[in-house]
């Protein structure tokens, strides 16, 4: 006859409570296939050249469709990222927009950001101010 514990069904796992929710990603849109659309030639930045971008610059690209964040002054367009973040779409809104240093330091700290982002490079994150607009070079 069998010892008695082998006779029982095994205990349920206790559950951690994960802190990072990762979402389904669609097939298509693991980091494998982000690396194939980074390294293709798609523009993934969607500006011409680099830019000197301000912190109200900033704040203007804060939709889906067209996010931008900044991580440790260099600033990238995530919209082409959005579906192939494990978190999702809702956690990369959240600094859309804005400087995201200190969230992704705190959720992110072993991710090389600049290698993960390099194709959507917009520009450096300058201080306000510090950029002439077109219409002040006019007048010179």
Same mark, same amino acid.
């Given at each position: 006859? /069998?010892? /008695?514990?082998?006779?029982? /069904?095994?205990?349920?796992?206790?559950? +951690?409570? %994960?802190?990072? %929710?990762?979402? *389904?990603?669609?097939?298509? !849109?693991?980091?494998? $296939? =982000?690396?194939?659309?980074?390294?293709?030639?798609? $523009?993934?930045?969607?500006? *011409?050249? #680099?830019?000197? @971008?301000?912190?109200?610059? #900033?704040?203007? !690209?804060?939709?889906?469709?067209?996010? =931008?964040?900044?991580?440790?002054?260099?600033?990238?367009?995530?919209?082409?990222?959005? $579906?192939? !973040?494990?978190?999702? +779409?809702?956690?990369?809104?959240? @600094?859309?927009?804005?400087?995201?240093?200190?969230?992704?330091?705190?959720? !992110?700290? =072993? @991710?090389?950001?600049?290698?993960?982002? &390099?194709?959507?490079?917009?520009?450096?994150? @300058? /201080?306000?101010?510090?950029?002439?607009? &077109?219409? &002040?070079?006019? &007048?010179?």
């Amino acid at each position: 006859m /069998p010892p /008695p514990t082998t006779t029982r /069904p095994p205990p349920a796992p206790t559950r +951690v409570k %994960n802190k990072r %929710n990762k979402v *389904m990603l669609a097939p298509g !849109h693991s980091p494998l $296939d =982000w690396a194939a659309l980074k390294s293709s030639g798609a $523009d993934l930045r969607g500006t *011409m050249g #680099l830019l000197r @971008v301000m912190p109200s610059m #900033l704040k203007q !690209h804060n939709t889906i469709d067209d996010a =931008w964040t900044a991580l440790n002054g260099k600033v990238y367009n995530m919209s082409s990222y959005m $579906d192939y !973040h494990p978190g999702g +779409v809702k956690e990369l809104m959240r @600094v859309a927009g804005r400087d995201g240093t200190k969230l992704f330091a705190s959720t !992110h700290a =072993w @991710v090389n950001a600049e290698f993960m982002l &390099d194709a959507c490079m917009v520009g450096f994150l @300058v /201080p306000e101010g510090s950029v002439k607009n &077109d219409q &002040d070079s006019d &007048d010179d």
